[in-house]
């Protein structure tokens, strides 16, 4: 039973960081789409933003925030699969 408890583990954890890879992937495509739209209106001088280089706030600090995102979430998905399946043990016993 232990041998079957293990591999349910192990898929489960699996599973995870496949689900966080696709959840990774779609933040990077509404990354692209909303700051090349906003790229391109603050080219155009549809948005007006002074000091000029403050247009690069958004997609720099968002960028950041991905490589979070993939750090902590894609990297680390099986470690916090593995805090969690501690904690709910730790619950049972």
């Given at each position: 039973m232990a041998g079957t408890l293990d591999?349910?583990?192990?898929?489960?954890?699996?599973?995870?960081?496949?689900?966080?890879?696709k959840l990774l992937q779609l933040h990077i495509v509404i990354?692209?789409?909303?700051?090349?739209?906003?790229l391109a209106l603050n080219m155009m001088g549809t948005i007006k933003i002074d000091p000029s280089w403050a247009i690069y706030y958004s997609?720099?600090?968002w960028g950041i925030l991905i490589v979070v995102h993939y750090?902590?979430?894609?990297?680390?998905?099986e470690n916090l699969c593995k805090l969690r399946e501690e904690m709910v043990e730790s619950k049972i016993k």
């Open positions: 591999e349910y583990k192990r898929l489960f954890r699996e599973a995870t960081v496949s689900d966080q890879m990354y692209l789409v909303v700051n090349i739209i906003w997609p720099v600090g750090w902590f979430y894609v990297k680390g998905a």
